[in-house]
């Protein structure tokens, strides 16, 4: 009887932490409309490297399972790519336009330390 007792107590304490943690309790994103270059993090961070030179090294890098980002050119703002269910492929519909500017369409999120964080729904190529 006194382990069941305690079991409950210690479900329920994981349960209030949990209920209560951002995670769990984020729900929705912000709808965003946002107009970006899909960019290899690991290489711009790293050297500086965007652009059209460097597509085919970002193509490398996605089949080696480096998740892509949006950077927002002009504001200055880097958005970590998601996709907009679990277990399914981040980069799936950015994969075609790795290192061009694109139209995203999506929810946005905001992770911890600043991270802005995009469920992607739709890429077009920008106009």
Known sequence: MMRRVVLVGVL???FVILAASPGFAQGKGTPITLT???VDAVCLLGGGLKGESHRECAIGCDKA???MYLL???ANVM???MADA??????ALLRDHL???VTVKGDLYAGPGGLKVVAVKEVSAAR
Request: proline share 8%.
């Open 99 to 101: 290192e061009k500017v």
């Open 12 to 14: 329920l304490g994981l």
């Open 36 to 38: 970006a270059r899909v």
């Open 86 to 91: 679990p277990f399914k492929d981040p980069n």
């Open 65 to 67: 399972g480096v998740r």
């Open 79 to 81: 958005y970590a790519a």
């Open 72 to 74: 927002d050119e002009k």
